[in-house]
Nanobody
Framework: QVQLVESGGGLVQPGGSLRLSCAAS????????MGWYRQDPGKQRESIAI???????NYADSVKGRFTISRDNAKKMVYLQMNSLKPEDTAVYYC??????????WGQGTLVTVSS
Protein backbone atom coordinates (compact mmCIF):
# COMPACT_ATOMS: atom_id res chain seq x y z
CA GLN A 1 0.00 0.00 0.00
CA VAL A 2 1.41 3.35 -1.06
CA GLN A 3 1.38 6.30 1.28
CA LEU A 4 2.36 9.82 0.27
CA VAL A 5 3.26 12.59 2.71
CA GLU A 6 3.83 16.11 1.43
CA SER A 7 5.64 18.81 3.39
CA GLY A 8 7.38 22.14 3.00
CA GLY A 9 4.50 24.47 2.32
CA GLY A 10 3.96 27.78 4.05
CA LEU A 11 3.46 31.49 3.65
CA VAL A 12 5.84 33.26 1.30
CA GLN A 13 5.95 36.70 -0.28
CA PRO A 14 5.61 37.14 -4.03
CA GLY A 15 8.96 36.50 -5.68
CA GLY A 16 10.02 34.14 -2.92
CA SER A 17 10.94 30.46 -3.00
CA LEU A 18 9.85 27.24 -1.34
CA ARG A 19 10.94 23.64 -1.64
CA LEU A 20 8.28 20.98 -1.27
CA SER A 21 9.07 17.39 -0.36
CA CYS A 22 7.08 14.21 -0.83
CA ALA A 23 7.90 11.01 1.02
CA ALA A 24 6.52 7.84 -0.54
CA SER A 25 6.21 4.36 0.84
CA UNK A 26 5.45 1.11 -0.94
CA UNK A 27 7.08 -0.92 -3.65
CA UNK A 28 8.09 -0.14 -7.21
CA UNK A 29 8.43 3.62 -6.59
CA UNK A 30 11.16 3.95 -9.19
CA UNK A 31 9.02 2.37 -11.89
CA UNK A 32 6.41 5.12 -11.88
CA UNK A 33 6.38 8.61 -13.25
CA MET A 34 5.67 10.95 -10.36
CA GLY A 35 4.05 14.33 -10.41
CA TRP A 36 3.14 17.35 -8.41
CA TYR A 37 -0.43 18.55 -8.55
CA ARG A 38 -2.16 21.54 -7.02
CA GLN A 39 -5.70 22.46 -6.20
CA ASP A 40 -7.37 25.75 -5.44
CA PRO A 41 -10.59 25.61 -3.41
CA GLY A 42 -13.50 25.14 -5.77
CA LYS A 43 -11.28 24.15 -8.67
CA GLN A 44 -10.12 20.87 -10.13
CA ARG A 45 -6.77 19.43 -9.18
CA GLU A 46 -4.24 20.15 -11.93
CA SER A 47 -0.97 18.51 -12.84
CA ILE A 48 1.89 20.99 -12.85
CA ALA A 49 5.09 18.93 -13.00
CA ILE A 50 6.02 15.40 -13.97
CA UNK A 51 9.23 13.43 -13.62
CA UNK A 52 9.51 10.16 -15.47
CA UNK A 53 11.50 7.17 -14.32
CA UNK A 54 14.31 8.10 -16.72
CA UNK A 55 14.58 11.52 -15.06
CA UNK A 56 13.02 13.50 -17.88
CA UNK A 57 10.55 16.19 -16.85
CA ASN A 58 7.54 18.06 -18.12
CA TYR A 59 5.86 21.19 -16.77
CA ALA A 60 2.62 23.04 -17.14
CA ASP A 61 3.03 26.36 -18.93
CA SER A 62 1.98 28.20 -15.77
CA VAL A 63 5.08 27.03 -13.86
CA LYS A 64 7.61 26.39 -16.62
CA GLY A 65 10.91 28.14 -15.94
CA ARG A 66 10.04 28.76 -12.28
CA PHE A 67 9.50 25.29 -10.80
CA THR A 68 11.84 22.28 -10.87
CA ILE A 69 10.82 18.73 -10.04
CA SER A 70 13.33 16.12 -8.94
CA ARG A 71 13.33 12.68 -7.38
CA ASP A 72 15.55 10.44 -5.30
CA ASN A 73 14.55 6.84 -5.97
CA ALA A 74 16.78 5.42 -3.24
CA LYS A 75 15.00 7.56 -0.64
CA LYS A 76 11.59 7.35 -2.35
CA MET A 77 11.38 11.13 -2.34
CA VAL A 78 10.04 13.67 -4.83
CA TYR A 79 10.83 17.37 -4.58
CA LEU A 80 9.48 20.57 -6.08
CA GLN A 81 11.67 23.66 -6.02
CA MET A 82 9.47 26.68 -6.53
CA ASN A 83 11.04 30.03 -7.38
CA SER A 84 9.61 33.41 -8.34
CA LEU A 85 6.35 32.53 -6.65
CA LYS A 86 3.22 34.43 -7.61
CA PRO A 87 -0.07 34.91 -5.74
CA GLU A 88 -1.75 32.66 -8.30
CA ASP A 89 0.50 29.81 -7.13
CA THR A 90 -1.46 29.74 -3.89
CA ALA A 91 -2.98 26.26 -3.56
CA VAL A 92 -2.72 22.93 -1.79
CA TYR A 93 0.07 20.92 -3.39
CA TYR A 94 0.03 17.14 -3.71
CA CYS A 95 2.35 14.54 -5.12
CA UNK A 96 1.29 11.28 -6.68
CA UNK A 97 1.91 8.97 -9.59
CA UNK A 98 1.42 10.33 -13.06
CA UNK A 99 -0.90 10.06 -14.88
CA UNK A 100 -3.59 10.57 -12.26
CA UNK A 101 -5.38 7.45 -13.51
CA UNK A 102 -2.61 5.48 -11.79
CA UNK A 103 -2.74 7.57 -8.62
CA UNK A 104 -2.47 6.01 -5.21
CA UNK A 105 -4.53 7.33 -2.31
CA TRP A 106 -4.03 11.09 -2.10
CA GLY A 107 -2.17 12.49 0.88
CA GLN A 108 -3.21 15.56 2.83
CA GLY A 109 -1.14 17.86 0.69
CA THR A 110 0.79 20.91 1.80
CA LEU A 111 -0.61 24.44 1.64
CA VAL A 112 1.35 27.12 -0.17
CA THR A 113 0.21 30.69 0.31
CA VAL A 114 1.84 33.46 -1.69
CA SER A 115 0.91 36.82 -0.29
CA SER A 116 2.44 40.07 0.84
Amino acid sequence: QVQLVESGGGLVQPGGSLRLSCAASGSFFSLYAMGWYRQDPGKQRESIAIIFNDGSTNYADSVKGRFTISRDNAKKMVYLQMNSLKPEDTAVYYCNRNPASLAAAWGQGTLVTVSS
